[in-house]
C-alpha cells in the first residue's frame, strides 16, 4: 500500500480524487493547502504526491521545489488547467514525474499514479541493485583477506548488540560496519552514518535527534534526527571519540533506553536502532584523561572490532591490490607488486587504493612498473625481522640496502629517508663495496 498526499483547494475534486485512490488500495492524505501538506511530507513515508497548480498561497510549483528538496526522489504530479499547461511543463523540468489537464478522468488519474509509483519502485530497486553490487565487490576481499574480522563480524550480526570498531584511519571501519548491517536481520532496514567528527555539538545534536520548527535561528520546519530515520535499522558514529562531552550523556540515554527528545521538543521518542561506532582513538586512554565518559565506553565497547592496521597483515596487500586494478584493466610487475608489499602503509588501505588509482590512470602501458610507483612510496621499508645475533653493523647495510632498492637506487632519496648525508651514505657503500 502506497501513501498519498493530495493538495487542492477546491474540496469537490480534492475528496473525488482522495476517494478514488483510496478504493484502489493507498493511503491517502488530503490537504487544502501547501503549507500543513509540506509539513506531513516532512515526516517522512510519503510515497507520491499530488498537487493542483492554482492555489493560494503556496502554488504547486513551490510545494514542488520543497517536496524535492526535502526527498527528491518522491515522484510529483502537478494537475492544471488549460491555460497553464506551459508552466506545468516548466514544472516537470524542475523535477514533478507528469502533469494531468482539468477535466480529466479518475481512472486516467489513476493509471498517471499506477506509472508513476512503478517508476519510483524501479527507481529503488536500481538503487538496491548498484549496492549489492558494490557489496559483492567487497566480498571477493572480504573472503579470502581479513577473514577472521569477516567471520567475527558474522557473530556480531547475529545479535542487536553495539558494536566498537577501532583502528586507524583508512583500515576499512565503515566498510567493516556496513558488512555487518549487511549480514544482520536488519539488512532491508536503512542504514545510516553521521561523521561525528565533521560537525559542532548543536548540529551533531540536531543530526541525531532531529529538532522541531522554531527550535532555535534557522530551524524552519521540522526535522527527523538519523535514530528516527534509521527506525529498525543500523546508524554508524564514525569516529564516536569526537563528541562533545555534554552530548556523550544524550547518547548513553539512548543506549541504555532506546529514548530521546528532539531539539525544542519535551516529547520522549523511541526507536529500534542497532548502534555501531567507530573510532582512530585510544578510547581507554581517552576515558583516563577525562575526555570520554567511562559508561559510553562501556556501553559502546559491548561487541569490540579491532581492524589491523596493513602494516599487520601485509599477506593481504596483493589481494586487495588486485581487488583495486579490477576496474582499469590493468596488471602490476613482480618488481612493483614487491614494493607495495615492502611498504608499511602509514594510510592504511585508503591509501593503497589512491597509490593503486593514480598508478592506474597515469601508467602508459598495460602493466604498472614498480619504478612508477616507487616515488609515492616514501617511507623506510619494512626492517629486517630476525637482528638477534647479528652485527650492527649488518643490520645498518641490510636496511640501507633494502631503502636503496625500494627507492630505485636513487641515493639522494634513500638518504633523506634514511635521515643521514648523501655523503654519508656514499662512504658508507664505498666502505661495503657496494657499486
Given amino acids: 500500500m502506497s501513501r498519498i498526499l493530495v493538495l487542492d483547494d477546491e474540496a469537490i475534486l480534492r475528496d473525488a480524487i482522495a476517494e478514488a485512490l483510496r478504493r484502489a488500495g493507498h493511503a491517502v492524505d488530503a490537504f487544502d493547502s501547501g503549507r500543513p501538506a509540506l509539513d506531513a511530507f516532512a515526516q517522512g513515508g510519503v510515497d507520491l504526491v499530488i498537487s493542483d497548480f492554482r492555489m493560494p498561497g503556496m502554488d504547486g510549483v513551490s510545494v514542488l521545489e520543497e517536496a524535492k528538496r526535502l526527498a527528491p526522489d518522491v515522484p510529483f504530479i502537478i ?15 524542475k523535477g514533478a514525474y507528469d502533469f494531468i489537464i482539468k477535466p480529466f478522468k479518475l481512472e486516467e488519474l489513476e493509471a498517471l499514479v499506477t506509472r508513476a509509483l512503478e517508476h519510483r519502485s524501479l527507481t529503488v530497486e536500481n538503487e538496491v541493485l548498484r549496492a549489492r553490487v558494490s557489496e559483492s565487490e567487497t566480498d571477493s576481499v572480504w573472503s579470502a583477506a581479513t577473514r577472521d574480522v569477516y567471520q567475527l563480524l558474522e557473530r556480531a550480526a547475529q545479535s542487536d548488540a553495539t558494536v566498537l570498531i577501532s583502528g586507524e584511519s583508512g583500515t576499512g571501519k ?129 561487541l569490540p572490532v579491532r581492524m589491523k592496521p596493513l602494516r599487520e597483515r601485509r599477506d593481504e596487500i596483493p589481494l586487495l591490490a588486485e581487488h583495486f586494478l579490477k576496474k582499469h584493466r590493468k596488471a602490476l610487475s613482480r618488481g612493483a607488486m614487491n614494493r607495495l608489499c615492502g611498504y608499511d602503509w602509514p594510510g592504511n588501505v585508503r591509501e593503497l587504493g589512491n597509490v593503486i588509482e593514480r598508478a592506474a590512470v597515469l601508467s602508459p602501458g598495460d602493466e604498472i612498473s614498480g619504478e612508477m610507483i616507487a616515488p609515492w612510496l616514501e617511507g623506510p621499508a619494512r626492517a629486517p625481522e630476525a637482528t638477534v645475533g647479528v652485527a650492527l653493523e649488518d643490520v645498518e647495510r641490510r636496511v640501507i640496502e633494502e631503502n636503496l632498492k625500494a627507492n630505485g637506487g636513487n641515493r639522494e632519496k634513500t638518504a633523506r629517508v634514511l635521515g643521514i648525508t648523501s655523503r654519508t651514505l656514499r662512504d658508507k657503500l664505498k666502505r661495503w663495496g657496494v657499486a
Avoid: W
Fill in 174 to 302: 565503515e566498510v567493516a560496519a556496513r558488512t555487518l548491517h549487511r549480514l544482520s536481520k536488519r539488512r532491508a532496514a536503512p542504514f545510516l552514518c553521521v561523521n561525528c567528527a565533521a560537525l559542532s555539538a548543536g548540529l551533531l545534536e540536531s543530526e541525531l535527534f532531529g529538532h522541531e520548527k522554531g527550535a532555535f535561528t534557522g530551524a524552519d520546519r521540522l526535522r527527523k534526527g538519523r535514530f528516527e530515520l534509521a527506525d529498525g535499522g543500523t546508524l554508524l558514529l564514525d569516529e564516536v571519540s569526537e563528541i562533545d562531552p555534554g552530548l556523550q550523556a544524550k547518547l548513553l540515554r539512548v543506549l541504555q533506553e532506546r529514548a530521546f527528545e528532539r531539539v525544542g521538543s519535551s516529547q520522549t521518542r523511541r526507536a529500534d536502532v542497532r548502534v555501531v561506532a567507530t573510532t582512530n582513538r585510544d578510547l581507554p586512554t581517552e576515558v583516563e584523561k577525562g575526555r570520554f565518559r567511562q559508561d559510553l565506553y562501556y556501553r559502546l565497547n559491548v
Fill in 79 to 93: 494537475v492544471t488547467a488549460h491555460g497553464t499547461v506551459e508552466t506545468a511543463v516548466g514544472a516537470m523540468k
